[in-house]
């Protein structure tokens, strides 16, 4: 994919997402469709076994460190299916930048785009680097366990005495960690980055407007009769009044797409964050479970944060648009068809863009405040009652 192509090759490479140009006719079609199938049945699975694992658990520190793992693991099945059933809705949300309205046209908003581009990628490596770290955390703290015991602490459907259970079981765990974090960082960017393409469109759609009156100055230079150059005017106006309007719509998409990603993650976000701290106040600052509980509690931080932080970036930049026709040459402008036509931009302006999680919260600085202090009210509750 063109638009963020980073965090659609994770999900290519843990077969959730086929590539676009393959034919369907073709042999590798079908051979990724069967990859996709056998990553969903692996992933589920281990998240059906972490269930009958946290519950199996009588010590209450051991279960809140399964069940946070579990619920996390069963959120990610839950988003790589509902991407998959959803594919042909996130190819035409992409689309949707591909249009001729949305391409850059000179050399700055090239850089606009570019420097855009760039900061998607940066976050999508960042994130991947530390849930990579989480993983090999766990992987590793598993590994101590059952070094210590030569037996496999969890719950599986089989018996895992034989060599050959044992082994596979290990790798079945540490193969599903990776395609989860893998999964989730491609998930989390996707929704994130899409809210930073739309900011990423409105600070084109302010170049374009602060440039309006140089762009009346060409067509005019260019034009031979007054009546062309009028029509080319407006032409222009009509356009960008398009665009503005387009950008809405986008935004728009994105979120009915998304919104329900983002409440579970809402949700399942807040549990982990406080029964995380809750567990790490439990166990020793030197410990690997400290350590592990940390990366991981880093990693939940930083999924609510990033939706959070665009979506409050859009709500501030939608708003923005408006002071950009301040910032242009309006006495140039003098034509009273834009004189009219235009306050109607500035007055759409007024109403920013929201990105809200399941159409009840809103995405912004203000919630991931609050989310920290309901997390941090429930961690009371739980160690004054213990």
């Known amino acids: 994919m063109h638009i963020l192509p980073v965090s659609f090759a994770l999900f290519t490479y843990v077969g959730f997402w086929r590539p676009v140009d393959w034919p369907r006719n073709s042999l590798k079609y079908w051979l990724y469709n069967i990859y996709t199938v056998f990553m969903v049945f692996m992933l589920c699975l281990y998240g059906l076994c972490g269930i009958g694992d946290a519950y199996a658990d009588q010590n209450v520190n051991t279960f809140i460190e399964k069940f946070t793992l579990t619920i996390s693991v069963l959120a990610v099945c839950v988003k790589v299916i509902n991407i998959i059933i959803r594919r042909e809705s996130v190819i035409s949300l992409v689309n949707m930048l591909l249009e001729k309205n949305c391409l850059p046209r000179d050399s700055e908003e090239k850089l606009i785009q570019q420097s855009f581009d760039d900061r998607a990628r940066k976050i999508t490596i960042y994130c991947e680097f530390l849930n990579e770290i989480t993983v090999i955390i766990a992987i590793i703290m598993q590994q101590i366990q059952s070094a210590k015991t030569h037996t496999l602490d969890v719950w599986t459907p089989y018996d895992c005495s034989s060599s050959f259970a044992f082994w596979f079981t290990v790798i079945h765990q540490s193969v599903a960690l990776l395609v989860c974090a893998n999964s989730s960082v491609a998930h989390e960017t996707l929704i994130s980055c899409l809210m930073l393409q739309i900011c990423a469109q409105l600070e084109i759609l302010g170049h374009r407007i602060k440039h309006l009156p140089k762009m009346f100055e060409e067509v005019e230079k260019d034009s031979n009769f007054t009546e062309n150059w009028k029509i080319q005017e407006k032409r222009i106006v009509r356009e960008l009044i398009e665009y503005h309007l387009y950008i809405y719509s986008f935004a728009s998409r994105v979120n009915s797409v998304f919104t329900t990603m983002i409440m579970l993650q809402f949700s399942i976000s807040t549990i982990v964050l406080c029964l995380t701290v809750y567990r790490m106040s439990k166990s020793s600052i030197a410990s690997i479970e400290f350590i592990w509980g940390l990366s991981y509690l880093a990693s939940m931080f930083i999924q609510i944060f990033l939706y959070c932080w665009f979506g409050n970036e859009v709500m501030l930049k939608s708003t ?51 989310i920290l202090k309901t997390s941090y009210s429930a961690f009371n509750v739980l160690q004054n009652s213990s």
């Open 320 to 370: 923005q648009v408006g002071d950009m026709f301040y910032e242009m040459d309006w006495v140039s402008l003098g034509h009273n068809f834009v004189v009219k036509l235009l306050p109607i931009v500035m007055s759409r302006a007024t109403k920013p863009i929201l990105m809200r999680s399941g159409y009840i919260i809103l995405l912004s600085a203000e919630s991931f405040t609050s």
